[in-house]
């Protein structure tokens, strides 16, 4: 009997350390031969797997996939791309279990947040019914830091440490400024329902920062808003607001609906900064500058943080070492042991626990007046955004590595992916 073979892939948004995770999975695969044969990557994530595009990483060297490990973004291509129930889709899911029993794969590592979690789960139930020996593993990633069951997740340090750096840099800028210019600077940062980003530029105040955060999980009240930042600039001359991409009026309207969806069903959101901005200048008359973080906040592998790169790369290696004890269905998390010194331990949480739920932020992490975070929060952050692993430079810019990706030979007819 052949050996079995892996199959990995990445879903939705990208980090700057979801390839780290990429790297754990592939180089722990490598250190067992004589249990895993190929690992195969599917390009731009599941539908790789759909469409049988299927990478082969046996042909990149050693030092192409250690590079990994410090390179942003997704290595073999990610998607926005949810798998209906098997209800309504059941052909996809089979397609999927067609796939891996042409290309002998036993091993399902999908690195991904709470969707792909819900889809590695399906997938497990579906090829047990379907008598396919098929072990699915969920390596948790998102800078939302919104996974169930699992102290922080891989990409959500880096974020927050990126934010917390730009909010403190940006606010100096603007304190340099405010005399005769600008007494307002907006930074609009991602988190949809859950405030963790947005959290993260609250730890300037240690640095005497004036700053007010809009967390999704408080409903946003304009006149308190304009109320407290006039009496911070009042006091302090200048002040930053920090606003959630996901802030939205009591009435649960998005300060930055679009009307339009993403892939996910979701509601597309983007510009609650310059609507905030521009609240603030109409009624306070403040001048002001924005900026969205967008895609820099989790692109910025530069600056990524030593504890979310470590934990990234764990994950992707206890992933595997699951599988191989058998494991399925399952996630690898993180178990906070004590905040000083930071210390941690792997664990493990049923996927049907995982699936499509939400972490929020406890109330407790949020001050009282809801502007603001506690100290119960700052104990929480802090060891997550702790280190630095730099990449190599070269002329002055970091150096990044692009896998060869070499193609693995079809061997199924074409498959239409439902639009």
């Known amino acids: 009997m052949p050996l079995l073979n892996a199959f990995y892939a ?12 990429a790297c754990g999975v592939i180089e722990t695969a490598r250190r067992h031969p004589d249990r895993i044969g190929h690992v195969y990557a599917g390009r731009n994530g599941i539908l790789g797997a759909l469409t049988e595009d299927l990478i082969d990483t046996g042909r990149e060297s050693a030092e192409a996939i250690a590079a990994l490990r410090s390179t942003p973004s997704g290595a073999f291509g990610s998607c926005r791309y949810k798998l209906k129930s098997l209800d309504k889709n059941r052909r996809e899911y089979e397609r999927l279990v067609e796939v891996f029993k042409a290309h002998d794969i036993g091993y399902f590592f999908y690195n991904g947040g709470g969707d792909s979690a819900d889809t590695c789960f399906k997938l497990s139930q579906l ?6 020996p098929l072990q699915a593993i969920h390596v948790p990633k998102t800078i939302d830091n919104d996974l169930p069951l699992t102290d922080c997740c891989p990409g959500f340090g880096s974020v927050a440490k990126y934010v917390a750096v730009s909010t403190l840099e940006a ?24 405030g963790w980003i947005a959290a993260a530029g609250g730890l300037v105040a240690d640095q005497g920062i004036p700053v007010v955060i809009l967390f999704p999980e408080i409903p946003f009240d304009q006149p308190a808003f304009l109320a407290r930042v006039d009496a911070l600039v009042k006091y302090h001359g200048y002040c930053t607001v920090v606003v959630s991409e996901g802030c939205h009026h009591p009435d649960g309207s998005f300060l930055a609906e679009q009307g339009t969806k993403d892939a996910f069903g979701h509601a597309q959101l983007g510009g609650a900064a310059p609507v905030v901005a521009q609240m603030v200048k109409e009624a306070l008359g403040h001048k002001f500058h924005w ?3 967008d895609y820099l906040q989790r692109a910025a592998r530069h600056i990524a943080s030593a504890t979310d790169v470590k934990q990234a790369y764990e994950l992707g290696q206890r992933a595997v070492e699951l599988a191989l004890e058998g494991r399925n269905a399952v996630m690898p998390t993180i178990e906070r042991i004590s905040d000083v010194p930071y210390d941690y331990q792997l664990g493990t949480a049923s996927l049907d626990a995982v699936a499509n739920a939400e972490k929020f932020m406890p109330r407790d992490f949020i001050s009282d007046d809801g502007w603001g975070i506690t100290d119960k929060c700052r104990r929480y952050l802090l060891p997550l955004i702790q280190g630095e692993d730099y990449p190599a430079y070269r002329d002055g810019l970091p150096v990044y590595v692009t896998l060869e990706n070499v193609a693995v030979p079809k061997k199924l007819p074409r498959f239409e992916v439902a639009g």
């Not at 990445?10 to 995770?21: E, F, K, L, P, R």
């Not at 090829?127 to 396919?132: A, C, E, I, M, V």
């Not at 800028?173 to 405010?178: E, G, H, Q």
């Open 10 to 21: 990445q879903s939705g948004g990208v980090t700057s350390v979801i390839n780290a995770s």
């Open 127 to 132: 090829s047990q019914s379907l008598g396919y």
């Open 171 to 194: 606010s100096m800028d603007v304190r340099s400024m405010a005399a005769t210019s600008t007494k307002v600077f907006v930074i609009e940062v991602m988190g949809r329902h859950a």
């Open 291 to 293: 900026a969205v973080a």
